[in-house]
């Protein structure tokens, strides 16, 4: 049997679409095997979201070609979009695909095999070690796609929540990111394809479905009036599915009917990322984005009277060009009224071709190492403050993998400061990172992946912990459709149980 390797840099796009990609080569008759071990392909799925984020991908191609220089490798991906020629010089780079056809890949894969090897069948095996031979190119011009390249992910091979691709491009341009130019445009997954895909993952026993994008929220831009309102009550209708998860929204696409939708939903997580960037206006225009700091508070405000336990979480970028002490304690300040309950914080880093990048007034590092320290803290802080509302009270989990120390993994399932007894960790619809000890007699397979009723005991941090109460879901309920595995059972790479429970 043929075998093929991945291995995948980046964003939560990326990991989807290298399930995708995977499922075309196992119909093709492909084993999965690990990227460090000897395999006839690989796929580097790319990622060029930062300077290093190039490096890295660089790194990992080579490595592929040491590790078998006799097989086909392919690179896709951002990066792939981005700089084909640079990729195709690459010693032992057979492929270069670009981030539109990356469903094609097999059969490039196949041609590439055919062509190096005319007289063997597959598996490639007497490719010359340093490959000589020119690599091929199937990158064209991104940004005149206009049609989402559709791709079936029924299941997982080791998550307990399903991502769900919605939609593909972003039509933002903010300054500082390459992404449009990397993605192209929004083209949205037609609602009936989004549906179905839905319905099987809730019928492969996933609890929860986050649904993903590279602009989650520009969903339907390109659909004639259906928009990402239209497309959340639509997918409130699979009787199995139990959470649905919007990954990112930016502030400007919330309007007066998707916070009626939510409002209403009973399956929506009460959650939103809505990445604010920065709190001054000054600084929202020359990042080119489509809100002042009046309209987004505004529409968090909106959004806590029809919700009132909302958790908001987002994405500060510190030290972008221009960016004052005066400006920068505005952000802050903003920050703390508009009582997130986590931020990412990311230290402004200039991505060559970005207008950003050429702008004068960059930071020092100096500066946006202390801010960015500042706004660490302050997240830690509101963490604490958001996940003290909840204490005492119970909470829904559904348990992802055994909880572990985090400066202790092989200590898998061990409890906090020692406690005794198999933990699980999990996340509540409001995203709070809950860890729980399972009871004597409760098996921790039967509950992974299902929705538990946990009482939060102790606010820590980063985690909660809390006392599992009861299973709401049981994976019985299931109806499979045969050769699908159920949720958090018998996925490859599925956590490992052995631990002492009780
Ligand atoms: S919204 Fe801005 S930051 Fe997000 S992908 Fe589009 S251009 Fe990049």
């Known amino acids: 049997m ?54 890295k991908s660089r790194q990992m191609i080579r490595r592929a070609v040491r590790t078998n220089p006799n097989a086909v490798v392919a690179v896709t991906g951002c990066y792939a979009q981005m700089a084909p020629d640079a990729i195709a010089a690459i010693a032992g780079v057979d492929l270069v695909v670009g981030n539109d056809r990356k469903t094609k890949i097999v059969d490039l894969v196949a041609d590439v095999q055919r062509e190096q090897n005319p007289m063997e069948s597959m598996p490639l095996s007497n490719k010359p070690v340093g490959d000589t031979l020119t690599a091929q190119k199937s990158v064209g011009n991104i940004l005149k796609t206009r049609e989402f390249e559709e791709m079936d992910v029924p299941y997982f091979e080791d998550r307990t929540r399903a991502n769900l691709k919605i939609q593909d491009g972003c039509n933002n341009f903010c300054t500082f990111c390459i992404i449009p130019y990397a993605r192209g445009l929004i083209r949205s997954r037609t609602p009936e394809k989004v549906v179905a895909q839905a319905q099987k993952l809730a019928k492969a026993g996933y609890r929860e479905i986050i649904l993903t994008g590279i602009h989650t929220g520009g969903y339907g831009a390109d659909l004639n009036g259906y928009r990402l309102s239209h497309l959340l009550q639509d997918l409130e209708q699979i009787d199995e599915l139990y959470r649905i998860r919007i990954s990112s929204i930016e502030a400007s696409e919330i309007d007066d009917m998707l916070i009626d939708v ?35 508070a505004a529409k968090i405000r909106k959004l806590r009277e029809a919700l009132p336990e909302l958790a908001v979480t987002s994405d500060v970028i510190v030290g972008f060009p221009g960016e004052t002490d005066a400006y920068f304690d505005d952000t802050e300040q903003l920050i703390k009224d ?52 909840w204490l005492g009270r119970s909470v829904e989990v559904i348990p992802e993998e055994p909880y572990h120390l985090p400066d202790a993994p092989e200590r898998r399932g061990e409890g906090p400061m020692g406690r005794p007894g198999f933990w699980l960790m999990g996340h509540t619809d409001t995203y709070l990172k809950v860890a729980f000890r399972v009871p004597e007699g409760v098996e921790p397979e039967k509950i992974m992946g299902e929705v538990c009723k946990v009482r939060l005991t102790d606010v820590s941090g980063s985690f909660q912990y809390g006392e599992f109460e009861s299973q709401i879901t049981v994976a019985e309920d299931l109806q499979l459709d045969g050769n699908t595995p159920a949720a958090g059972e018998s996925f490859a790479g599925t956590p490992s149980f052995q631990a002492d429970a009780g």
């Open 262 to 296: 939510l409002g209403r939903s009973t399956k929506v997580c009460r959650h939103l990322h809505i990445p604010l960037q920065a709190g001054h206006n000054q600084v929202l225009r020359k990042m080119n984005r489509h809100y002042t700091v009046e309209d987004y």
């Open 338 to 389: 508009l009582g997130f309950s986590q931020l990412h914080v990311f230290p402004y880093s200039p991505r060559k071709g970005t207008p950003a990048a050429k702008f004068t007034d960059q930071v020092s590092n100096a500066v946006k190492e202390a801010r960015t320290e500042r706004l660490i803290a302050l997240s830690e802080t509101l963490v604490v403050d958001y996940a003290t509302t």
């Open 2 to 55: 043929p075998t093929v390797a991945f291995h995948t840099l980046g964003c939560k796009v990326n990991f989807y679409d290298t399930e995708a990609i995977w499922r075309r080569f196992q119909d093709a008759g492909y084993q999965q095997v690990d990227f460090e071990t000897e395999a006839d392909v690989y796929v580097i799925n790319t990622c060029t979201v930062t300077n290093t984020g190039d490096k």
